[in-house]
């Protein structure tokens, strides 16, 4: 068996090499301006936020915790008296600042927020990547709907109204984002097709092929037509050198890989003791669990995204990391 030095060094070589963001200020944090009040233009939108740009002519929302609570884009409770644009209090995913967007307006009138970056650098086509940001539904909004995602293009798109964007978004939420109170993390592990440079989110279907549903916390109020949504954290990483670690034999047998919903652990020596850390492509641990004292288990993930995963085992007798895969 190889030192298990070794396996950590190339682990973590492998894993700085690909969780850098390539989404700049994917968090929304670095701004030109704080701006004190709604999105009037989208030029508005452009000039005061770095990097981003709107992809139509549509008004999407700055929403900040660092400005005077007066203004009606002050998060986490703005002091907006009116129904339309503002429609809910949240606080950022991370940070001080987030993005609000219509996914849906009134039916028939198939009208969209898109934002959109270019990428520090070109995603590398056949190159596999992790794709994800964050999104809360607004409290009083009227509407939730289930077509949330974003497009990766090797060029800038742009409509000139404020319509839907007829393009095919290679990251898809297909159910229903409801939740007001938590952010969802949208995430999805795809092969680049192409040299993408940029991303674009919102709903890329129009209002005939976009299934609503009435938003059981909205308040009713006149005006709170639509779905809106706050959006944060988005970010591309690479994984391009996971390879590595696939050809390193372990003590442990970790299987089904891919799996869909439990994962079982097989060793030679018994499990008591032993911890499990579960990381997603950031780093971030999102499971963590203590084995018993058998040389089995078994850990439900049920609850976690489709996506790359890895398994951090630590044992007496050392610490092992694997790279996992959950399909659904």
Same mark, same amino acid.
């Given at each position: 068996?190889?030192?298990?030095?070794?396996?950590?060094?190339?682990?973590?070589?492998?894993?700085?090499?690909?969780?850098?963001?390539? =989404?700049?200020?994917? *968090?929304?944090? &670095? +701004?030109?301006?704080?701006?004190? !009040?709604?999105?009037? %233009?989208?030029?508005?939108?452009?000039?005061?936020?770095?990097?981003?740009?709107?992809?139509?002519?549509?008004?999407?929302?700055?929403?900040?915790?660092?400005?005077?609570?007066?203004?009606?884009?002050?998060?986490?409770?703005?002091?907006?008296?009116?129904?339309?644009?503002?429609?809910?209090?949240?606080?950022?995913?991370?940070?001080?600042?987030?993005?609000?967007?219509?996914?849906?307006?009134?039916?028939?009138?198939?009208?969209?927020?898109?934002?959109?970056?270019?990428?520090?650098?070109?995603?590398?086509?056949?190159?596999?990547?992790?794709?994800?940001?964050? =999104?809360?539904?607004? *409290?009083?909004? &009227? +509407?939730?709907?289930?077509?949330? !995602?974003?497009?990766? %293009?090797?060029?800038?798109?742009?409509?000139?109204?404020?319509?839907?964007?007829?393009?095919?978004?290679?990251?898809?939420?297909?159910?229903?984002?409801?939740?007001?109170?938590?952010?969802?993390?949208?995430?999805?592990?795809?092969?680049?097709?192409?040299?993408?440079?940029?991303?674009?989110?919102?709903?890329?279907?129009?209002?005939?092929?976009?299934?609503?549903?009435?938003?059981?916390?909205?308040?009713?109020?006149?005006?709170?037509?639509?779905?809106?949504?706050?959006?944060?954290?988005?970010?591309?990483?690479?994984?391009?050198?996971?390879?590595?670690?696939?050809?390193?034999?372990? *003590?442990?047998?970790?299987?089904?890989?891919?799996?869909?919903?439990?994962?079982?652990?097989?060793?030679?020596?018994?499990?008591?003791?032993?911890?499990?850390?579960?990381?997603?492509?950031?780093?971030?641990?999102?499971?963590?669990?203590?084995?018993?004292?058998?040389?089995?288990?078994?850990?439900?993930?049920?609850?976690?995204?489709?996506?790359?995963?890895?398994?951090?085992?630590?044992?007496?007798?050392?610490?092992?990391?694997?790279?996992?895969?959950?399909?659904?």
């Amino acid at each position: 068996m190889k030192r298990i030095t070794l396996l950590l060094s190339l682990f973590l070589f492998s894993f700085s090499s690909f969780s850098q963001n390539l =989404v700049q200020n994917g *968090d929304f944090e &670095e +701004l030109n301006n704080e701006p004190c !009040g709604l999105t009037m %233009s989208a030029s508005d939108f452009d000039n005061n936020m770095l990097h981003w740009v709107v992809a139509n002519t549509a008004t999407p929302d700055v929403f900040l915790t660092t400005i005077d609570q007066e203004c009606w884009n002050f998060q986490p409770n703005s002091s907006y008296p009116g129904p339309i644009g503002l429609k809910g209090s949240q606080d950022p995913h991370s940070g001080d600042a987030f993005v609000g967007i219509f996914g849906y307006t009134i039916p028939d009138f198939d009208q969209r927020d898109y934002i959109q970056t270019q990428l520090s650098s070109p995603m590398v086509s056949g190159t596999e990547y992790v794709v994800e940001f964050y =999104v809360s539904l607004a *409290d009083n909004t &009227e +509407l939730t709907i289930d077509n949330i !995602g974003a497009h990766l %293009s090797t060029n800038a798109i742009f409509a000139s109204n404020d319509g839907v964007m007829d393009y095919d978004p290679q990251v898809q939420f297909d159910s229903f984002v409801s939740d007001s109170e938590n952010w969802v993390r949208i995430a999805d592990t795809i092969t680049a097709g192409a040299n993408y440079e940029y991303i674009t989110i919102g709903n890329f279907y129009n209002d005939a092929n976009t299934t609503t549903e009435d938003n059981p916390d909205g308040t009713g109020c006149v005006g709170c037509y639509g779905a809106y949504y706050f959006i944060d954290d988005v970010s591309i990483t690479a994984l391009t050198t996971l390879g590595i670690n696939d050809q390193i034999q372990i *003590d442990f047998s970790v299987y089904p890989n891919p799996f869909t919903s439990s994962l079982n652990i097989r060793s030679e020596y018994t499990l008591i003791d032993t911890k499990f850390n579960i990381l997603d492509a950031s780093g971030k641990i999102v499971h963590f669990q203590n084995a018993g004292d058998g040389e089995n288990f078994q850990m439900d993930l049920s609850s976690l995204a489709r996506g790359i995963y890895f398994i951090e085992i630590n044992h007496s007798k050392g610490s092992q990391t694997q790279r996992i895969v959950k399909m659904n």
